[in-house]
């Protein structure tokens, strides 16, 4: 039986919005208006868009991804290899109207094809879209208890000044407080830990951190302090350095330690483009700086880091030992705004296809790691009827030779499908009575 692709002109009561894209063979599209084709004619602009649907590194981890009409990420899981793939944890996340991640629940262990619930996390927003509060609750076996709650003040710069933890007590009791204080240019200059003390209700100083500014708001030093009841101590201090592009180029790192300051120092080089392509760590003999460590990088056309090798000084040699490298490859022909992406994948430039690490043994290259992304892709023509308001749609699978599923949102309801073959010939139509999920049988077709 061929397999055919088809184009649908949907009819739906009180639709707001129609979107597609495609993750794992499901096709989703966005389009604006109230009656909208899906159709790849040869008048119809493109839509492209691709969906990483898993990550997974040879014979170690797999992560599988699964987003919502919207391209929000709202179920991540998490394998490990066992000889063969094992579900280990879950998140599962909820979004509101304007996009914002509004709930997390953590599942665990795999137990008889069932997952165990485990923590539940809430956040609300402001009218900025900033968060304000996050809420923990931990599964007690029947329901969700409270267990811990954070909420965050911004002043009219949307500049984070404060965050107060609360631990559920029967009531929500104060933990901890953070403090921001800003320069008049936005520069944060101070950050202050403090306890709640239960027997004086009063804030506690514990921690503290102080930074300094040039004038091109670089920060150019920060102190940490603990407060031991009387003074401030100082445990880290650090200090950069910036070239005349803006870019870090010497940073400087002190820890105090047994009665010393122990110091250790990263030189960067940069090429012209101000993609960082070598760093350089050192650590302080007291009377001069040790070599330690290096990492060379290199990146293709589209900016991606493309590589990077690891160097260890021999001390005996006085030389560099270069004993790991990172290649990865990516499809440029995919940019950030063709690729649908859960957030800890975030910093793609382009489509990233592999990674592989190479250790050197002996006299060559041996691989390692390897990790591969997998993808899925969807392209299609979407016609730009008359706009009015957006509705949420999504055909699947497409091309078929069996079966397609309409689904539209749960507040919009379908109320007529034709199907139509690659050159426009009406193939199939169908009243469906304002429903929102539709199975229509094509094999006949």
């Not at 609360?166 to 202050?192: P, Q, R, S």
């Not at 920060?222 to 101590?233: A, E, H, K, L, R």
């Amino acid at each position: 039986m061929r397999a055919i692709r088809i184009g649908l002109l949907v009819t739906a009561a009180a639709i707001s919005a129609a979107g597609f894209s495609q993750k794992s063979g499901k096709d989703e599209k966005t389009v604006h208006n109230t009656c909208f084709k899906y159709t790849p004619a040869s008048n119809m602009h493109k839509a492209v868009r691709q969906c990483l649907d898993s990550v997974i590194t040879h014979e170690q981890s797999k992560e599988f991804f699964t987003y919502d009409i919207y391209g929000n990420n709202i179920e991540e899981i998490f394998y490990y290899w066992n000889g063969t793939w094992v579900a280990e944890m879950k998140y599962e996340y909820g979004y509101d109207a304007n996009g914002n991640k509004v709930t997390a629940i953590l599942y665990w262990n795999w137990n008889n094809k069932e997952w165990t619930k485990t923590t539940k996390y809430e956040y609300a927003y402001n009218s900025d879209k900033k968060q304000i509060m996050e809420t923990s609750h931990y599964w007690n076996g029947t329901d969700w208890e409270r267990e811990y709650k954070t909420e965050i003040t911004y002043n009219t710069s949307g500049n984070l000044i404060f965050t107060y933890l609360y631990e559920w007590e029967n009531t929500w009791k104060m933990v901890n407080k953070f403090e921001a204080i800003y320069d008049n240019d936005g520069n944060l200059i101070m950050g202050l830990d403090s306890e709640w003390d239960t027997k004086t209700a009063k804030w506690k100083d514990v921690y503290k951190k102080e930074y300094t500014f040039d004038s091109n708001k670089n920060q150019i030093k920060s102190v940490s302090c603990s407060w031991n009841g009387i003074n401030w101590i100082e445990e880290e201090k650090d200090s950069s350095v910036y070239d005349a592009n803006g870019n870090l180029s010497v940073y400087i790192y002190y820890k105090w330690e047994e009665m010393d300051w122990i110091i250790e120092k990263d030189e960067y080089v940069y090429d012209a483009d101000r993609n960082q392509i070598a760093s350089t760590s050192y650590n302080w003999n007291g009377t001069k700086w040790i070599e330690k460590q290096r990492y060379m990088y290199e990146y293709d056309v589209g900016k991606n880091l493309v590589m990077y090798r690891y160097y260890s000084w021999n001390f005996e040699q006085g030389n560099w030992i270069e004993s790991f490298k990172y290649e990865s490859s990516y499809d440029l022909s995919y940019s950030k705004t063709d690729l649908m992406l859960p957030n800890s994948y975030n910093d793609m430039n382009n489509k990233r296809l592999v990674e592989i690490g190479y250790w050197w043994i002996n006299t060559g290259w041996v691989a390692g790691e390897v990790v591969n992304y997998y993808w899925s892709g969807y392209d299609a023509g979407i016609s730009d009827a008359e706009t009015s308001r957006e509705a949420s749609l999504r055909v699947y699978p497409n091309p078929t030779t069996w079966k397609i599923t309409v689904e539209s949102d749960k507040v919009h309801k379908v109320e007529s499908i034709e199907i139509y073959d690659v050159v426009g010939n009406l193939l199939q139509s169908k009243i469906v009575n304002l429903q929102s999920t539709i199975e229509i049988d094509i094999s006949h077709l």
